[in-house]
């Protein structure tokens, strides 16, 4: 059985490891047990069975390691899974309209990923190791009320039978719906916290003091999504095959041992694991800085000068190279702190309340934060599009002929084609792209974040504009083939959806790994899993703007026509086609958006090569 005491069981000290550092603690000794680094008077930073971060042999032979991949696919397996395929299920089994399953799947993977920041927030506060066994304990118990509400009759809806398809049926509710409910949101709570630590976790593995190790999370990043479209392609091919032609108690019942499994295999390899030792809430300093710069503008006369000057104190100048560990910045801090200036005056000295003075440090981990969110804020319109995927794109090819020969593909096997392309992708680039960026423009990146999350944004456009042409053919053939009422599959097939999720698919790639890195390297140490759960919140809010959309559209078009745009229980009345060509506006408007912020942007992260390769004054163990 696995040890999960072993951090504060009794360790090994490494033999002749010692630290020594300048200022406060000088000339002093401190044996270094069972850690990779430490500030300077010999304070923790990570801790774990080695402390230390992955070989280079071992990351070069297999990255990321083989607990990742198999934790990864399982648990990206067991929510998408159902996530993928949950439209269907509530329209035909919960007999709910399409537009409400639409909405409920898009309010669930929102809510999902919108808690990644409350698993973020408790992955800093905490560890992301314990985060993660707590989020998965509680998706499987989701999972096992979803499995069994689909294997006991009673505890689910009776299938409606009704001939008219127009005629509407009996939605679930009462306690149906309480348990429908309980289910899918304790999934969510769980998937959050699980997206909010497990990529934080990974990426914790190496070590950023060389460009080796930077280069190797990069990479890790890379296979983070190649290992995510892995779960995904077992997910809508064996899966939803399985839930549509055995049942749906099998699906479930396949994602509840998928998420057991993967809390298991997690737990077989934690006496590998580097840890980071938690440095308290970044809500708390987050929340002092803002409150003492309110109670400072308000109450102090104090120009930004004079929080320049507390930054020389030596309080502040041990603090800052305490946690960071990068030597003093003074240059650096100094134009740094002429921006954000409301910000800054959380240095200030408060006579009236001294428990709200604020070190230069916090100050500019809060500002970090602060300049990424509107990075963050430009790729919600982009998710919004990848909601369409899982909603109305998999209800279009449903009424489409979905055979390739003799083989029926079921409507949610439809993102097979950009996980497919997206396991093609990741390793091409990786291995390919980015060393041939790095060789034509001489830098580490290569391609920078932002250009990759721009190239995502673009993309996003491109894919609406053709999800519109393809509405607009599938009509043509429904009305030409007077299928316009019928519920038999129109005379074309279902690869025509395809196109739409391959170029979906190919942003989501560019955006996603793009976004967490960004905002892994760019934020401050002890914010790092609530910075990276921004890609996930990006996600939620995408989500749940495509729901506010989609009412908002309904309400408006219900006035000036007799039936909304995205009305009803029959697809070929509804005007999709229109809706697509109002997402690609408003995507091309959120790219111009982002190109604003993004060549404004300065990257914290990012330094000449020569001083990259001077660590600080942090010692190395082989």
Excluded at 316 to 324: A, H, L, P
Aim: aromatic share 12%; glycine share 6%.
């Amino acid at each position: 059985m696995v040890d999960l005491h072993f951090r504060i069981a009794p360790l090994v000290q490494y033999n002749s490891l010692f630290q020594k550092e300048k200022g406060t603690c000088a000339d002093t000794k401190q044996p270094i047990r069972i850690m990779r680094r430490v500030s300077p008077c010999g304070k923790a930073m990570w801790t774990g069975e080695t402390g230390q971060p992955l070989k280079d042999v071992m990351v070069e032979l297999l990255l990321p390691p083989l607990y990742w991949v198999l934790v990864e696919i399982l648990e990206n397996l067991a929510y998408l899974a159902n996530a993928s395929n949950l439209v269907l299920y509530l329209s035909k089994f919960m007999n709910f309209s399409p537009s409400a399953s639409a909405n409920i799947v898009t309010n669930f993977m929102g809510t999902s990923f919108f808690l990644a920041l409350l698993g973020g927030l408790s992955s800093d506060f905490f560890s992301t190791y314990y985060i993660y066994i707590i989020s998965a304990t509680i998706e499987f118990m989701g999972l096992l009320m979803l499995t069994l509400q689909a294997c006991i009759p009673s505890l689910r809806q009776p299938i409606c039978a009704s001939v008219n398809r127009n005629a509407p049926c009996k939605e679930v509710g009462g306690g149906h719906i309480a348990m429908l409910f309980s289910g899918l949101y304790l999934v969510a709570l769980g998937v959050g916290g699980i997206k909010g630590s497990l990529p934080s976790h990974g990426a914790e593995q190496f070590d950023e003091n060389t460009p080796q190790g930077r280069k190797h999370r990069s990479s890790f990043f890379n296979y983070y999504i190649f290992c995510l479209a892995c779960g995904a392609l077992i997910a809508v091919t064996l899966v939803v095959w399985i839930e549509d032609n055995k049942g749906w108690q099998w699906g479930f019942g396949i994602s509840t041992v998928a998420i057991l499994s993967s809390i298991v295999i997690f737990l077989l390899g934690s006496r590998t694991y580097r840890i980071k030792v938690p440095t308290g809430s970044p809500m708390t300093t987050i929340f002092k800085v803002l409150v003492a710069a309110f109670s400072n503008s308000l109450f102090s006369k104090n120009s930004i000068g004079n929080v320049l000057d507390t930054r020389e104190t030596p309080q502040n100048t041990t603090e800052i190279s305490e946690e960071e560990g990068h030597g003093e910045r003074n240059t650096e801090i100094q134009t740094e702190m002429k921006d954000l200036k409301f910000i800054g005056k959380a240095t200030v000295e408060n006579t009236a309340y001294p428990s709200l003075h604020c070190t230069v440090k916090q100050v500019q981990d809060v500002k970090i934060v602060v300049q990424v969110v509107p990075i963050f804020m430009s790729t919600v319109m982009l998710n919004c599009c990848l909601a369409q995927l899982s909603t109305f794109s998999v209800q279009q090819a449903a009424t489409m002929n979905t055979y390739i020969g003799p083989l029926k593909v079921p409507p949610a096997s439809l993102p097979i084609f950009p996980v497919i392309f997206t396991m093609i992708l990741a390793p091409v680039y990786n291995h390919i792209i980015i060393p041939f960026a790095r060789a034509v423009t001489k830098s580490e990146m290569g391609i920078t974040h932002l250009q990759r999350i721009g190239t995502g944004l673009f993309l996003s456009v491109v894919a609406m504009a053709v999800a519109a042409l393809v509405e607009m053919k599938r009509k043509r053939v429904a009305e030409q083939s007077g299928l316009m009422n019928s519920t038999e599959p129109l005379p074309i097939t279902f690869l025509w959806v395809a196109l739409q999720y391959l170029f979906l698919g190919s942003a989501d790639l560019f955006s996603l790994a793009g976004l967490m890195e960004f905002f892994f390297t760019e934020a401050p140490l002890s914010m790092r899993s609530l910075t990276t759960a921004l890609s996930w919140a990006s996600l939620a809010m995408g989500y749940y703007l495509s729901s506010v959309i989609v009412s908002i559209v309904n309400h408006i078009t219900g006035r000036f026509q007799q039936t909304p745009w995205l009305y009803g229980s029959n697809l070929n009345h509804y005007h999709l086609e229109r809706f697509y060509w109002l997402m690609c506006i408003l995507s091309g408007l959120n790219f111009f958006h982002y190109l604003l912020w993004a060549t404004r942007y300065k990257y914290r992260s990012t330094k000449p090569d020569d001083e990259r390769d001077q660590l600080d004054n942090t010692p190395s163990e082989a």
